[in-house]
């Protein structure tokens, strides 16, 4: 790794942070001389990893703690024991070795004993099987779906035996084929074996096509630098040869298959959006000539229409609307109700065209002859409508007689509805590629001054970010980083006062304050109840001889108030240590989030995209 960028500690942003901080008067934090032995503790440690049942956040934060640099060997193998003997596991957060396994890390290749102690938990898994009283035909079944765990265990982390097993498996692949067997190209792509796992692709795809293959699983782990859909890589290869056969196959898929719109939909119009309209132009024919008075299976029209709303719209506009209508007796009867989609589908035609007032009408009044419109949840989206359709929300007698409007509300007269404004609607615009590079090179600047991994630009990573927010691509780049603490007010607050800020910082905090080499911190907490309702806390922070403390009483409530009682504490550690980094904030209605950073990195960044970060209070930035 290089050598970090050293900022100067008179940095004008790190001193008006610190500024910020240390002129706070809402909350009274002391000096202190240590923490109390009757104090709930817990000591931050960059050797040790206490696992607990809290630990369930995904299998990326596993993968964390294998890849940390700052655990030892002996205590990760320990740690991947813990997990391994807790059964609870299973029914609280799902497979316990699946955390372990699904994830690509690095950990697996160098340890021996870690892989070691993953076949172990499957050898087990067998012979808890093979014990069982199930049928005989139930333990072949399960026996074979342990070993196929294990089998994509060694493909996923790509070990030295993969490629081989790879290939023996395409040679022998059975007559009913595994729902994730793309996985299998995944991996031969990441080996550099692009072409070898396109012509495996080619297979699999004509076997979905004729009903050989069940619904395979094509999309990986979902964010803008993640893993994303197979298809994605293939097509947006740097080899040219390689995105043009896959991008023939892709439409061979697209054209014979009503499948996945959300995802493949982007891709094809972003690689050849005339193909993509000519192939929509077939579809859209076929189901509009079939008649579903004398062919009741609609599903798969439904699927089509709800799965591409907003191009079916922008594409066909009112004829779309029209061909909805003409079927919705038969849609609703098939898939239980279609009001809420087609106020939806109405919402965005009355956005986006240009129609007359009296067209905005019609179409309303069409609709009453076609669906119940008048479901107590659908209220206020219709009454929008009304109120795009009439200008100024002044409707006639005779209109509001057709629209049935008495069903909503208390009175039977011409309504005014001033609350809903007509509302102009715009689609996202696509990042363009000068924004993509300005962005990158910011997040670049950023990654080299803190040691981090920099960003490549190509054409796959190029599209995705172009479909997403600066700020979302930041927050993606934050958290690849392990540099993002984030918690639920609610969800992460107990049933019922006291808090624990002691469990919030072990399970939030720690694993960002030991990746980020600030891993010097006690928490100690002692709590007193002072009535029915209310208790007295008196919370402590140390980071080597510093020791700070902040007491206060609060009513029970059913979510933490104010994170910064804990966080301007440890801030303020970390002033008095001289340490470079702080915790950095931002709220949202429902969690807290804090960057472990220097603010001179983070704060020109947040000013720049408007990410809300701060000190103390929002806005103080």
């Known amino acids: 790794m290089r050598k970090p960028v050293p900022f100067l500690f008179n940095d004008p942003v790190n001193e008006q942070f610190d500024k910020l901080i240390l002129n706070d008067q809402k909350r009274t934090i002391e000096k202190a001389t240590d923490i109390p032995s009757d104090a709930e503790i817990f000591q931050c440690s960059n050797s040790v990893i206490e696992y607990n049942l809290e630990m369930h956040h995904g299998r990326g934060f596993f993968k964390s703690i294998l890849e940390s640099r700052q655990y030892t060997h002996a205590a990760k193998i320990q740690f991947i024991k813990d997990v391994l003997a807790d059964t609870s596991r299973e029914e609280h957060d799902g497979d316990p070795v699946g955390k372990f396994t699904f994830t690509s890390c690095s950990f697996w290749h160098s340890s021996k004993e870690g892989r070691a102690l993953i076949n172990g938990a499957f050898d087990k898994q067998i012979e808890k099987i093979k014990a069982s009283e199930e049928s005989e035909e139930f333990k072949k079944s399960e026996e074979e779906y342990i070993e196929h765990q294990r089998f994509e265990f060694v493909v996923r982390m790509q070990l030295p035996e993969s490629y081989q097993m790879i290939t023996d498996y395409i040679k022998n692949s059975p007559a009913h084929k595994w729902e994730s067997e793309p996985y299998l190209v995944y991996y031969l792509v990441q080996m550099g074996k692009e072409k070898e796992g396109l012509d495996y692709l080619e ?54 298959k009503v499948y996945d719109p959300y995802i493949l939909k982007p891709l094809a119009i972003h690689i050849d959006k005339v193909r993509y309209d000519e192939m929509m132009d077939k579809w859209f024919a076929f189901y509009s000539a079939i008649d579903f008075s004398k062919v009741p299976e609609c599903d798969k029209y439904v699927y089509f229409m709800k799965g591409n709303l907003k191009y079916l719209l922008d594409r066909y506009g009112k004829r779309f609307w029209e061909e909805l209508l003409s079927k919705s007796i038969y849609t609703e009867k098939k898939s239980g109700s279609f009001e809420a989609v087609q106020l939806e589908y109405l919402e965005y035609l ?48 005779a209109d509001f007689d057709k629209l049935q409007l008495d069903k909503l509300l208390a009175y039977s007269s011409p309504l005014t509805l001033k609350a809903f404004n007509k509302e102009i609607g715009t689609s996202q615009i696509k990042m363009p590629e000068e924004k993509i590079n300005e962005l990158i090179a910011d997040l670049n600047s950023v990654a080299v001054k803190c040691d981090l991994p920099e960003i490549r630009l190509n054409k796959l990573s190029k599209f995705l970010i172009s479909d997403n927010l600066a700020r979302n691509v930041i927050d993606e780049f934050l958290r690849m980083n392990n540099l993002i603490i984030e918690f639920h007010r609610h969800r992460d607050a107990p049933e019922g006062a006291p808090f624990d800020y002691v469990k919030v910082f072990k399970n939030k905090f720690s694993q960002v304050a030991i990746a980020q080499h600030c891993n010097d911190f006690t928490i100690g907490q002692v709590t007193t109840s002072i009535g029915s309702n209310e208790h007295n806390y008196n919370l402590f922070v140390q980071y080597n001889s510093s020791v700070y403390n902040f007491t206060y009483s609060e009513l029970s409530t059913p979510f933490y108030t104010d994170a910064q009682r804990l966080v301007k504490m440890l801030n303020l550690c970390l002033i008095e240590n ?21 603010p001179a990195a983070i704060m020109p960044l947040s000013k720049k995209y408007n990410l809300g970060f701060f000190a103390i209070e929002e806005g103080d930035h």
């Open 350 to 397: 009355f956005k986006h065209y240009p129609y007359t007032d009296n067209q905005l009408q019609q179409m309303l009044l069409q609709a009453i002859k076609t669906t119940d419109l008048f479901k107590p949840e659908y209220k206020e989206q219709y009454l929008k409508l009304v109120s795009m359709a009439w200008p100024g929300g002044n409707i006639s007698k």
């Open 578 to 598: 001289k340490e470079r980094k702080r915790f950095v904030a931002r709220n949202s209605s429902v969690a807290y989030e804090f960057v472990l950073m220097e």
């Open 203 to 256: 297979i699999i795809i004509e076997d979905l096509i004729h009903d050989r293959l069940v619904r395979p699983y094509f999309s990986f782990n979902y964010g803008v630098f993640a893993d994303y859909n197979l298809f994605y890589f293939l097509c947006l290869s740097e080899d040219e040869i390689v995105a043009t056969r896959a991008t023939d196959l892709l439409f061979r898929l697209l054209s014979k």
